[in-house]
């Protein structure tokens, strides 16, 4: 089985409010939100402390974002191996310390420990709610589907990481190290957007996520995919990639679906916000989501995106 229906089986009986990406806490205009990155199935073993701070601050910060809220501060769970050094702390601590700063966030707290094993970081962040609470389970039929920034550029940056293709520019790599939460685009799209969702595991299966609390499906369009100049250099040369950019995960980007009535509203938000925001489908009365190609054939991929238990 996979996490998602582990926790649809196991969890969700507990408490059946559980499923958006932040939750708010106790009827206030408290957010929290958990996210764990371990090493060697988040990053690599040579990944820069610095980014690995950063990066950590920054997926959970993505998630308060989704939910149109702004991060506050966070709580820090250090898992590490005993014979970590000086020179790690210092490279941590540096991220760290300009992540607060750029996001004017607090550490709160947190818990330190060591093992005999790999880095594990679980942050615990907390955030302010925007105009409303963007749910998961609000995409209504006919609604427009929208997607911020670029899609696919993190998980070609993993693949240059591993040697498999060129990133002669370092933009992809870039894309993976440190990913941009669109914190601004989340508040904005917060008294208007009818569901949302970060992309982590990857475009298909976050908008399937979506679609499974909304009872709905989507039609998407890959030829509006947004691309990246470097990514679509290197989806021309090798078209097959197209796969990797509809389901690789890590970018970080906002998918949401809004009533084709707020068309308008969305052209100047992206340009208020300076983020480009690509209307890529929209809400059927299906239950999946169907990617066509640019002769409107259904594209049947391998697999939806990243899971956790194989
Ligand atoms: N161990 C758990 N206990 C309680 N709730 C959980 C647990 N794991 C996940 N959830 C909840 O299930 C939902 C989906 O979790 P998931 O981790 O897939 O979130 P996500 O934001 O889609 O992904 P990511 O981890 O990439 O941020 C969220 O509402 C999350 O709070
Ligand atoms: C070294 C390395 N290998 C593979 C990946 C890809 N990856 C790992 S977890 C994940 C989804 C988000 O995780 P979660 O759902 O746990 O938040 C993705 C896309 C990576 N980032 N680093
Ligand atoms: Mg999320």
Redesign the pocket.
Known sequence: MR?FEYIKRYLKPLDNSIGDDAATLANSSYLVTK??LIE?????SNYLPYNLAKKSLR?NFSDIAAVGGTPYGYMLGLVLPNNVDDLWWESFVAGLKEDNKYFQVKLLGGDTTAHNGKVIISVTAFGIKGDRFIYRSGAGLGDLVCVSGTIGDA?LG?LAYQGIIRDSTGRLKGR?DIPEPRVTLGQAISDFASSCIDI???LIQDAQHICELSNVGMELHSDKIPLSFAAREIVEKKPDYIDLVLT???DYELLFTASSEHSNKIEEISQKCRVNITKIGHVTDGKEVIVRDKDNLPITLKNKG?V?FI
Do not use: K, P, Q, R
Request: proline share 0%; hydrophobic share 35%.
């Open positions: 996490e996210d764990i060697g199935v988040h990053f690599f997926t998980a993993l993976y982590s595991d990857g690789g995960g890590d990243f956790h």
